[in-house]
């Protein structure tokens, strides 16, 4: 099967359709994990430091050497640009990096929240098994109800018997008479 763009382009007679405009295509995370490795090192004291020094080294150049050699003749314009241009790039790749760890920030309390209302519930469940668990042993029969149990039924016993003895006496001496 032939590609009808592809025809379209080796025929001479036909004009060729404007195509979109290609742009080179980068990985959005190496991007991200590179940006946050840029506005994580500007954030240090190493980096204004050097950015102090470099500034200091420029501005020492440009008023102390020769008018021949200094690079920023014009009142320090060229360091101004610089620093714009600096500035301007590091904005972007810092808010870049602000929104990927929001963005972690989210997962791992969605992740927090997740597992909160798991144990939660785990603990709910427990409670309720505990309460249930306290409910059956208040019913069950303990050693010492048992005990108080057996002993007045023992003593009902010997009330029982002792009146069958008095009966039994009773109908004797009743039949020797």
């Known amino acids: 099967m032939t590609d009808p763009r592809r025809d379209r382009l080796d025929r001479l007679d036909q004009p ?11 990985d959005p995370e190496a991007f991200g994990r590179w940006s946050e490795s840029i506005a994580r ?3 240090t004291a190493k980096f204004i430091v050097y950015m102090t020094l470099v500034i200091a080294a420029w501005f020492l150049w440009n008023t102390l050497a020769p008018s021949g050699m200094r690079f920023d003749p014009y009142t320090f314009t060229f360091l ?8 301007s790039y ?6 870049l990096a602000q ?3 929001a963005d972690r920030d989210r997962l791992t309390m969605e992740e927090d929240r997740r597992r909160a209302a798991m144990q939660k519930a785990d603990t709910e469940y427990l409670a309720r098994e505990i309460a249930s668990l306290r409910i059956a042993v208040g019913e069950v029969a303990t050693r010492d109800f048992v005990r108080s149990e057996l002993a007045r039924l023992a003593d009902e016993l010997d009330e029982a018997a002792h009146r069958r003895q008095k009966l039994e006496r009773k109908e004797w ?3 020797r008479t």
């Open 99 to 101: 929104n990927r760890q």
């Open 173 to 175: 001496e009743e039949e």
């Open 90 to 95: 590091a904005a972007p790749l810092i808010l």
């Open 16 to 26: 060729v359709e404007p195509g979109r405009v290609r742009l080179p295509r980068f």
């Open 41 to 43: 090192y500007m954030g």
């Open 80 to 87: 101004t640009l610089v620093l714009s241009l600096q500035a």
